[in-house]
């Protein structure tokens, strides 16, 4: 138990720091291109395709370490590891990006969804104000935090699943 415990911790840590500063870099880029305002999805696209690659890679390093052997438990468990240590740092920057770097980030974003909104003739003042006003109560940094947390880690359950299945491989298999 102490032998599988040493290298998942380890991966994770490692993958985990990648898969984190990896996310960073997307956001960064992101914003020097001018398109931190608007959500544009194949960024959203891109981050996926590489954290699932990130992770599988993880994964594929622990079969490795634990001699070619691999079960959905600890593919999960390393898989979830990483993404959780990867969501940490990337939260942990979007806080500050949020609140140092960008203060007036959520103020100008919610005036670019009401340029949006505005654009949709079926809508009134009223209704375009009161989903402004909703956008911003869930567009605080801890709340953003929150989802964001639970969203990496449900990408990378899912992620690791996918992973972890196609990867499997018991000892008893091989009798």
């Known amino acids: ?3 599988q415990q ?8 490692n993958y985990g720091l990648i898969l984190g500063f990896t996310l960073i870099l997307i956001g960064v880029i992101n914003y020097a291109m001018g398109n931190a305002y608007e959500q544009d999805w194949k960024i959203g696209v891109i981050s996926y395709v590489i954290m699932a690659f990130i992770l599988f890679i993880g994964i594929k390093k622990y079969k490795e370490v634990n001699g070619g052997f691999l079960s959905l438990g600890q593919g999960l468990k390393t898989g979830i590891g990483i993404a959780l240590i990867g969501a940490v740092i990337s939260i942990i ?4 990006f949020m609140t140092v770097i960008e203060p007036d980030f959520i103020d100008k974003t919610m005036e670019v969804s009401r340029q949006k909104l505005l654009e949709n003739p079926n809508l009134s003042e009223e209704q375009i104000e009161a989903q402004i006003e909703m956008s911003r109560k869930f567009s605080s940094p801890a ?3 929150a989802f964001g947390l639970i969203w990496l880690l449900f990408l990378g359950f899912v992620f690791s699943m996918i ?4 990867m499997k491989k018991s000892e008893e298999n091989q009798y």
């Open 143 to 145: 709340i953003f935090a």
């Open 1 to 3: 138990m102490e032998d």
């Open 163 to 166: 992973s972890s299945l196609i």
């Open 6 to 13: 040493k290298p998942t911790k380890k991966i994770a840590l």
């Open 93 to 96: 920057y979007t806080i500050i």
